[in-house]
């Protein structure tokens, strides 16, 4: 297909099973697709070209990309070239997972999202919460062209409206409904303890688990900690 996308270059910070699957699905949607793993990229360059994409450095994927995906752990967002992404649309796929990053209050504050805490650290660029909730193996296996019957649904989370327009075409491009779930904020929805994370449902069930938050266990605990809930 032609992209007629803002985006045509697409780039990936995160190689592991998340990352590559993201790269499968934007290669076949017809975007030039970079990604980078930490360290050389030459151990992946066969597999990603398997599947249409290009390994490349870090340092590659931020200088030549129209927006970037991060599909690190979370742990390692401290890592990020902050300079380099700054001005830039940066899609969150991350989560906090306690097995992979160790225990860590900070990534586990019911006050914040962690694309929140992603945004306070890449000073400048456009964060957008995306790409994270669903599992990859479904993403893998459910992608449908725009219009088929049971099409599944991803939200989004953000502040600008351009970054939320943007970033819905990409994941229509994936073969996804675009759900925007509100401001950046909004993106604990997404995480893990609520009923959206892991969600392989359609767009309107997954509004209404979106809907649904607030009278959540999850949602309580963050209304209380945010201190909005109601007496």
Do not use: C
């Not at 699905?25 to 990604?35: E, M, N, T």
């Amino acid at each position: 297909m032609t992209v007629t996308s803002p985006l045509r270059t697409l780039g990936i910070i995160g190689a592991g099973r998340l990352g590559r699957v993201i790269a499968a699905l934007a290669a076949d949607a017809g975007y030039r697709v970079l990604i980078a793993r930490s360290g050389d990229p030459a151990p992946i360059i066969r597999a990603m070209s398997a599947i249409g994409a290009e390994a490349v450095p870090v340092s590659e994927v931020v200088a030549q990309a129209d927006a970037v995906v991060l599909a690190l752990p979370l742990g390692s967002y401290l890592t990020l070239p902050v300079e380099q992404l700054r001005g830039m649309l940066v899609i969150d796929a991350m989560n906090y997972w306690w097995g992979a990053d160790g225990i860590r209050p900070d990534l586990d504050d019911p006050r914040t999202s962690t694309s929140e805490i992603v945004q306070h650290h890449l000073t400048g660029a456009r964060v957008v919460k995306g790409l994270g909730h669903m599992g990859y193996h479904d993403l893998e296996d459910e992608a449908r062209s725009a219009g088929s019957p049971g099409r599944r649904a991803i939200a989004i989370a953000g502040d600008e409206p351009d970054d939320l327009r943007i970033v819905a075409r990409l994941v229509d491009d994936l073969g996804f409904d675009p759900v925007v779930a509100g401001p950046l904020a909004s993106g604990i929805m997404l995480e893990p303890g609520a009923e959206a994370f892991g969600a392989n449902v359609d767009a309107a069930e997954l509004r209404e688990m979106l809907e649904r938050f607030p009278t959540s266990q999850r949602g309580r605990v963050v209304a209380r900690a945010r201190g909005t809930a109601r007496p």
